[in-house]
């Protein structure tokens, strides 16, 4: 990223970067000019609220997941009282490690998965044990076969979450089913008993809502008699604005009042004037306006990098085309490697083309080698012709080394 | 807090909120109105930024420290470079307490000192040593004779840190003199040697531009020699708008560095929205103007409740006038306590007043038993009116106890 932002005439698709167009500038100008306009009104927006979060933020948001979730199962109840504001899900992410894990202890994580999570866990001296997903998300017969291992080598009792980033994942695109998630908690709850305390889902939405095509899925929230044993970490970053950075997380007891008692140590709670205005954004309507534009603006994204890809890249090169998100995952054949010390990496970077090395998504786990032979692709924050341009650079540099 | 905000004819002096009816609605509203008139402005401010933080804001933030510290010292230099941007400076203690200190580890505190960093130490496993205060802050015997005493017990190793709320304390409204920090960094310098390692000194300047009498004291960063032992925190939240909840570090590499990594963890980088604000604030000079009406604002509200105290307190109670900050210091006759559970707290709560128990702010400290006849006084969020009527409950209360 620092490489990218020193070098102007490189094109980067690896930022996470949200589209840099249509962010709601007139938007966030309405509703700030509104909530500023009094100094009834604004006051309190520029004054300390609660560690928690704004009250009216948190029924708005939890008005929004129920929505979401179809206002079925378990999902359905108020969960206002059990949401906490946070700065993006991010720091959501952060504390549920903090607040869940010890060091030494073991986070189950998908198989490739996001990897600042993999940064959060390594810093605070977590292990990460990897498991296999499939085209519908985590591959659950080998979730059982790790816990399985787990449970042979008398590691059970360390392992305390499985983190999924169940929408659109980061980096592969894929959305995990709701059966999957049922299913999951499932195993989970039966490796309990051995273990002796309860492991966690952390499910991780960043995502949800930048879907361009088919059916949003249900979170684990909806999964019957499933929501004490979920953590469900949103956001309005993505799907709103990047630069105003809130985020939310939904939490069971007693993980609640521990995370509460972190953000309390954290910074005792987000900004009130980010709270107070995606709350506005909620209520007025204007949220869920800029979402459908969005919708609109990520599929023809999408295309145009669909498009490019076809016409670009080598065809023993797969993909899969996403349903949401930001990202493309690509795959190389055998002989390609894409790690930062590779030809093509380095044959990209001369070619001024910037992408996230597959590798960097891979956690350290000992019972499998870690793969070097994928791409992330982000559409996100690249221009249409920069999306075009990045992808047949790309595609050169790939037949170049052929 | 929780008590006071659900009770609303409750007075409470408890709060460390600042004063709500000076909060810079205007100046936020033309800022942000500003920031967001075009489109060109207004996405650079809803786009993520970089994990330090924005570089106009961290320019802005040297030249302004460097001002107050007048331009000389080490602290002259450009120190943007080693500058992050937290949420308010509490992430910054969070993260400093990350970044240097192990579980079992030694952090040295005033005593009394700000209860959130006791509440950070203690979930973070570290134990916390009490160092005695004199009226210009620091007693530095006390200091060395702590240090000392450490040493011959072989606990020096433990020792990473010394913690200093340097300006206005919370809770004693105490400043400490330039030369007390020139001398416990002298002195840390010293035990660094038997310790086998670097400590630091944690410089708090939450409340520095919150002065409203005398002169400004230089900072840590200006002791010459001193600054690659320091560990700068500051904060726009209370001079400005604590609903904006912008802070930041200046840091000594490797600490620089490893504070880096954890934001980055954390929530890679400060809403980018409330950095442009605050730039734009410093730059267009109404961040000054305000810091000036706040301190015009603030000494009449400490004269309000000196009076009320001189009107109302039984004489044998002692409290200090504050130059600066949000606090009185109450010290009350050795025959009453203070505590949650004490007589005093309760028939105060039943008048319907609020304070903070002195004994929140003592460490756990084996070396002294725990004061508990003081009591921490804000004049920062209540009205005039609220002043005068807590502080008139509160007397009454004391009087009653007699």
Redesign the interface.
Known sequence: ?QLA?SQPRLISLAAG??D??S???ED??AL??GL????KS?????????TQGDPMLRQWTARHVRRLDGGTGAGAADCSDRMIV???S??ML?MAAEALCDTGDIVLVEDPTYF?FL??LQ?RGLRARAVRMGVDGLDLAHLEKVLESLRKRGELRRVKMLYLVSYFQNPTGVTTSFEKKSGALKLLRKYEEIAGHRIYLLEDAAYRELRFRGRDVKSALAVGGGTDRVIYAGTY?KPF?????VGFGILPEPVFTAVL??K???????????QQLLARALASGRYERHVGRLGRRYVRKALIMSQALKGNFPPDIEWQEPEGGLYFWAKLPRDIRSGTKSKLFKAALANRVLYVPGGLCYADDPARQKPDREMRLSFGSGTEEDIREGIKRLGRTLRSLR
Do not use: W
């Open positions: 990223m932002l970067f949200t840099n167009e962010l709601p500038v966030v100008r700030l000019g500023l306009r009094t100094r604004g006051r309190p927006a520029l004054q300390y609220g609660s946070t700065n993006g991010q720091q952060y600042v940064g959060i810093s970053s604005a990047t630069g105003a950075r008692r972190i309390g140590n954290h910074d005792f709670g987000t900004s009130n004037l980010l």
